[in-house]
């Protein structure tokens, strides 16, 4: 369908305004998916849109773990410059993960898979604040997925108990 004003298609429209204003579109896409305009919908980069959800939340998933995991390391690893903000950091990437598997469920069997990458980042990580060389670190994750996400599992030597209250 061509509109009188632009001689454009109402798919030409919904492409421009996908382009130029994302929330505009957004909005437009959502009220028309609420009144059933099936015909008026922008399929193409509303297809897109949706599948790309889906790889964000994977994404956050294993970047929260490489972080986890990079603190988990510098806890074993530097034991002596262990700190507050170290395990409030560990603390929190666990409490944002369980918060994030809640929420999407379908992501706990991506856990087991994604552990190799995340623990290459986490590697990485923990070489770079600690100025460990990057051997210092098992070449696979030494941690089951158990132990990552248990509020009991600091590794290494215990801490003191000031730090841990």
């Given at each position: 369908m061509?509109?009188?004003?632009?001689?454009q298609?109402?798919?030409?429209?919904q492409?421009?305004?996908?382009?130029?204003?994302?929330?505009?579109?957004t909005?437009?896409?959502?009220?028309?998916?609420?009144?059933q305009?099936w015909?008026?919908l922008?399929?193409?980069?509303?297809i897109?849109?949706i599948?790309?959800?889906?790889?964000?939340?994977?994404?956050?998933?294993?970047?929260r773990?490489?972080?986890?995991?990079g603190?988990?390391?510098?806890?074993?690893?530097?034991?002596?410059?262990r700190?507050?903000?170290?395990?409030?950091?560990?603390?929190?990437?666990?409490?944002?993960?369980?918060?994030l598997?809640?929420?999407?469920?379908?992501?706990q069997?991506?856990?087991?898979?994604v552990?190799p990458k995340?623990?290459?980042k986490?590697?990485?990580?923990?070489?770079?604040?600690?100025?460990?060389?990057?051997?210092?670190?098992?070449p696979?994750?030494?941690y089951t997925?158990?132990?990552?996400?248990?509020d009991r599992?600091?590794?290494?030597?215990?801490?003191?108990d000031?730090l841990?209250?």
């Amino acid at each position: 369908m061509q509109t009188p004003q632009t001689g454009q298609t109402t798919t030409n429209l919904q492409a421009n305004l996908y382009e130029t204003d994302f929330y505009a579109w957004t909005q437009q896409q959502a009220n028309l998916l609420l009144h059933q305009e099936w015909n008026q919908l922008d399929l193409p980069n509303l297809i897109e849109e949706i599948e790309s959800l889906g790889r964000k939340e994977r994404q956050e998933l294993r970047n929260r773990l490489s972080i986890l995991i990079g603190h988990l390391l510098k806890w074993e690893y530097q034991s002596a410059k262990r700190g507050r903000s170290w395990l409030n950091t560990i603390r929190i990437q666990r409490l944002d993960i369980l918060e994030l598997l809640a929420e999407n469920p379908s992501l706990q069997a991506y856990l087991q898979e994604v552990l190799p990458k995340a623990y290459l980042k986490a590697i990485a990580l923990a070489s770079g604040e600690t100025n460990l060389p990057l051997k210092t670190f098992p070449p696979n994750c030494s941690y089951t997925l158990e132990e990552i996400m248990s509020d009991r599992f600091y590794p290494g030597e215990p801490a003191t108990d000031d730090l841990m209250e």
